[in-house]
Protein backbone atom coordinates (compact mmCIF):
# COMPACT_ATOMS: atom_id res chain seq x y z
CA UNK A 1 0.00 0.00 0.00
CA UNK A 2 1.12 3.55 -1.13
CA UNK A 3 1.77 5.89 2.00
CA UNK A 4 1.06 9.45 1.53
CA UNK A 5 3.56 11.13 -0.57
CA UNK A 6 4.47 14.95 -0.87
CA UNK A 7 5.65 16.88 -4.00
CA UNK A 8 7.61 18.54 -4.88
CA UNK A 9 10.59 17.42 -2.65
CA UNK A 10 12.30 20.51 -2.59
CA UNK A 11 11.05 24.34 -3.74
CA UNK A 12 13.22 27.53 -3.69
CA UNK A 13 10.80 30.42 -4.40
CA UNK A 14 11.83 34.51 -4.35
CA UNK A 15 10.44 36.15 -1.31
CA UNK A 16 6.99 37.98 -2.13
CA UNK A 17 6.19 34.58 -4.89
CA UNK A 18 3.62 32.18 -4.22
CA UNK A 19 4.19 28.49 -3.34
CA UNK A 20 1.81 25.45 -4.05
CA UNK A 21 2.49 22.28 -2.53
CA UNK A 22 0.92 18.93 -2.93
CA UNK A 23 -0.17 15.97 -1.15
CA UNK A 24 -1.52 12.56 -1.88
CA UNK A 25 -3.37 10.78 1.33
CA UNK A 26 -3.30 7.03 1.94
CA UNK A 27 -5.75 5.39 0.16
CA UNK A 28 -9.17 5.25 1.89
CA UNK A 29 -8.28 8.29 3.97
CA UNK A 30 -10.37 11.40 3.97
CA UNK A 31 -8.91 13.49 6.17
CA UNK A 32 -5.45 15.31 5.29
CA UNK A 33 -3.44 17.72 7.61
CA UNK A 34 -0.85 20.27 6.72
CA UNK A 35 1.90 21.06 9.41
CA UNK A 36 4.90 23.50 8.99
CA UNK A 37 8.37 22.31 11.26
CA UNK A 38 10.60 25.32 11.02
CA UNK A 39 14.35 24.35 11.19
CA UNK A 40 14.79 23.25 14.69
CA UNK A 41 11.15 23.07 15.97
CA UNK A 42 8.33 21.22 16.24
CA UNK A 43 5.51 20.64 14.15
CA UNK A 44 3.17 23.65 14.27
CA UNK A 45 -0.41 22.57 13.10
CA UNK A 46 -1.70 24.78 9.72
CA UNK A 47 -4.55 22.70 8.19
CA UNK A 48 -7.48 20.42 7.80
CA UNK A 49 -9.36 19.08 5.14
CA UNK A 50 -11.69 16.58 5.18
CA UNK A 51 -14.46 15.58 2.87
CA UNK A 52 -13.66 18.48 0.44
CA UNK A 53 -13.74 21.08 3.59
CA UNK A 54 -11.47 22.96 5.75
CA UNK A 55 -12.37 21.97 9.33
CA UNK A 56 -9.90 24.15 11.74
CA UNK A 57 -6.66 25.84 10.84
CA UNK A 58 -4.09 27.00 13.34
CA UNK A 59 -2.57 30.37 13.97
CA UNK A 60 -1.57 30.71 10.47
CA UNK A 61 -2.16 34.09 8.51
CA UNK A 62 -4.62 33.98 5.79
CA UNK A 63 -2.06 33.82 2.97
CA UNK A 64 -2.02 30.09 3.99
CA UNK A 65 -4.41 28.50 2.24
CA UNK A 66 -5.20 25.03 0.73
CA UNK A 67 -8.08 22.86 -0.95
CA UNK A 68 -8.86 19.30 -1.34
CA UNK A 69 -9.92 18.07 -4.08
CA UNK A 70 -12.33 14.90 -5.03
CA UNK A 71 -9.85 12.18 -4.60
CA UNK A 72 -9.18 13.48 -1.46
CA UNK A 73 -5.56 15.12 -2.70
CA UNK A 74 -4.78 18.25 -1.27
CA UNK A 75 -2.64 21.37 -2.31
CA UNK A 76 -1.31 23.81 -0.23
CA UNK A 77 -0.63 27.47 -1.29
CA UNK A 78 1.34 30.23 0.55
CA UNK A 79 1.30 33.62 -1.20
CA UNK A 80 3.47 36.69 -0.21
CA UNK A 81 6.09 34.52 0.67
CA UNK A 82 8.34 35.70 3.36
CA UNK A 83 11.78 34.53 4.25
CA UNK A 84 10.41 32.79 7.54
CA UNK A 85 8.55 30.92 5.52
CA UNK A 86 11.09 28.61 4.80
CA UNK A 87 10.54 25.11 6.52
CA UNK A 88 9.54 21.86 5.87
CA UNK A 89 5.81 21.24 5.25
CA UNK A 90 4.39 17.94 6.29
CA UNK A 91 1.39 16.70 5.10
CA UNK A 92 -0.61 13.82 7.36
CA UNK A 93 -3.51 11.72 6.76
CA UNK A 94 -5.93 9.82 8.23
CA UNK A 95 -9.29 8.15 7.89
CA UNK A 96 -10.87 10.78 9.76
CA UNK A 97 -10.13 13.13 11.97
CA UNK A 98 -7.16 12.79 14.15
CA UNK A 99 -8.96 11.30 17.02
CA UNK A 100 -7.80 8.73 19.10
CA UNK A 101 -5.86 7.59 15.67
CA UNK A 102 -2.59 7.64 13.95
CA UNK A 103 -1.29 10.36 11.80
CA UNK A 104 0.62 8.83 8.62
CA UNK A 105 3.09 11.27 7.20
CA UNK A 106 4.61 12.55 3.76
CA UNK A 107 8.17 12.67 3.67
CA UNK A 108 7.72 16.52 3.26
CA UNK A 109 8.48 19.65 1.00
CA UNK A 110 11.26 21.78 1.93
CA UNK A 111 10.52 25.14 1.16
CA UNK A 112 13.02 27.69 1.16
CA UNK A 113 12.47 31.52 0.43
CA UNK A 114 15.40 33.61 -0.90
CA UNK B 1 -5.92 19.48 20.88
CA UNK B 2 -4.37 22.43 22.20
CA UNK B 3 -0.92 23.56 22.90
CA UNK B 4 1.06 20.42 24.59
CA UNK B 5 4.37 21.10 26.67
CA UNK B 6 7.15 19.28 26.35
CA UNK B 7 10.73 18.61 28.27
CA UNK B 8 13.59 18.29 28.01
CA UNK B 9 14.10 19.71 24.69
CA UNK B 10 17.47 18.24 24.63
CA UNK B 11 18.57 14.86 26.04
CA UNK B 12 21.76 13.36 25.85
CA UNK B 13 22.26 9.41 27.79
CA UNK B 14 24.86 6.95 27.63
CA UNK B 15 24.20 3.82 26.35
CA UNK B 16 22.20 1.33 28.00
CA UNK B 17 20.76 4.30 29.97
CA UNK B 18 17.14 5.25 30.29
CA UNK B 19 15.66 8.22 28.92
CA UNK B 20 12.29 10.20 30.05
CA UNK B 21 10.53 12.30 27.57
CA UNK B 22 7.68 14.66 29.80
CA UNK B 23 4.38 16.08 28.37
CA UNK B 24 2.15 18.30 29.65
CA UNK B 25 -1.66 19.04 28.24
CA UNK B 26 -4.30 21.45 28.68
CA UNK B 27 -7.34 20.56 26.86
CA UNK B 28 -9.68 18.22 28.71
CA UNK B 29 -11.04 16.75 26.18
CA UNK B 30 -7.83 14.94 24.83
CA UNK B 31 -8.52 11.17 25.10
CA UNK B 32 -5.51 10.14 22.72
CA UNK B 33 -1.73 10.56 23.50
CA UNK B 34 1.01 8.96 20.65
CA UNK B 35 4.35 9.76 20.64
CA UNK B 36 5.99 9.94 17.63
CA UNK B 37 9.60 9.75 16.78
CA UNK B 38 11.76 11.35 13.85
CA UNK B 39 15.23 10.43 12.33
CA UNK B 40 17.37 13.00 10.81
CA UNK B 41 15.86 14.07 7.13
CA UNK B 42 12.69 11.29 7.75
CA UNK B 43 8.99 11.61 8.27
CA UNK B 44 7.97 11.42 11.88
CA UNK B 45 6.72 8.04 12.75
CA UNK B 46 4.10 6.68 15.58
CA UNK B 47 6.38 4.55 17.94
CA UNK B 48 3.53 4.36 20.82
CA UNK B 49 0.58 5.50 21.94
CA UNK B 50 -1.63 5.74 24.77
CA UNK B 51 -5.37 6.32 25.07
CA UNK B 52 -7.20 7.56 27.86
CA UNK B 53 -8.33 4.92 30.12
CA UNK B 54 -5.18 3.29 30.25
CA UNK B 55 -2.49 4.10 32.69
CA UNK B 56 0.37 2.53 31.43
CA UNK B 57 1.62 0.88 27.70
CA UNK B 58 4.60 -1.08 27.19
CA UNK B 59 6.05 -2.42 24.02
CA UNK B 60 9.41 -3.80 24.53
CA UNK B 61 11.85 -1.37 25.41
CA UNK B 62 9.29 1.77 25.33
CA UNK B 63 7.03 2.63 27.36
CA UNK B 64 4.01 5.63 27.98
CA UNK B 65 2.38 6.65 31.27
CA UNK B 66 -0.55 9.12 31.19
CA UNK B 67 -2.05 10.52 34.74
CA UNK B 68 -5.01 12.17 33.71
CA UNK B 69 -5.49 13.94 36.67
CA UNK B 70 -2.55 15.86 36.93
CA UNK B 71 -2.48 15.85 32.55
CA UNK B 72 1.07 14.50 32.38
CA UNK B 73 1.82 11.45 30.07
CA UNK B 74 5.71 10.40 29.74
CA UNK B 75 7.52 8.17 27.33
CA UNK B 76 10.42 6.13 28.67
CA UNK B 77 12.98 4.40 26.67
CA UNK B 78 15.05 1.58 28.87
CA UNK B 79 18.98 0.37 27.81
CA UNK B 80 19.01 2.91 24.99
CA UNK B 81 20.93 2.17 21.73
CA UNK B 82 22.78 4.58 19.85
CA UNK B 83 19.53 4.12 16.70
CA UNK B 84 17.62 5.41 19.33
CA UNK B 85 19.00 8.82 18.76
CA UNK B 86 15.93 11.17 16.73
CA UNK B 87 13.76 13.58 17.62
CA UNK B 88 10.99 12.75 19.84
CA UNK B 89 7.52 14.13 19.53
CA UNK B 90 4.29 13.72 21.93
CA UNK B 91 1.04 15.12 20.86
CA UNK B 92 -2.48 15.18 21.98
CA UNK B 93 -5.75 14.64 20.19
CA UNK B 94 -9.20 15.34 21.79
CA UNK B 95 -12.67 17.22 20.92
CA UNK B 96 -11.09 19.44 17.86
CA UNK B 97 -10.18 16.04 16.07
CA UNK B 98 -6.75 17.95 15.19
CA UNK B 99 -3.48 16.80 16.53
CA UNK B 100 -1.07 19.11 18.41
CA UNK B 101 2.83 18.16 18.95
CA UNK B 102 4.93 19.45 21.39
CA UNK B 103 8.10 21.16 20.18
CA UNK B 104 10.28 18.08 19.88
CA UNK B 105 13.09 16.55 22.24
CA UNK B 106 16.49 15.47 20.42
CA UNK B 107 17.71 12.02 22.24
CA UNK B 108 21.52 11.66 21.85
CA UNK B 109 22.54 8.39 23.16
CA UNK B 110 26.04 8.57 23.23
CA UNK B 111 28.07 4.82 22.13
Known amino acids: EAGVTQSPTHLIKTRGQQATLRCSPISGHTSVYWYQQALGLGLQFLLW???????NRGNFPPRFSGRQFPNYSSELNVNALELEDSALYLCASSPWGLFNTEAFFGQGTRLTVV | GENVEQHPSTLSVQEGDSAVIKCTYS??????FPWYKQELGKRPQLIIDIRSNVGEKKDQRIAVTLNKTAKHFSLHITETQPEDSAVYFC??????????FGAGTRLTVKP
Open chain 2, 91 to 100: ADSGGTNDMR
Open chain 1, 49 to 55: YDEGEER
Open chain 2, 27 to 32: DSASNY
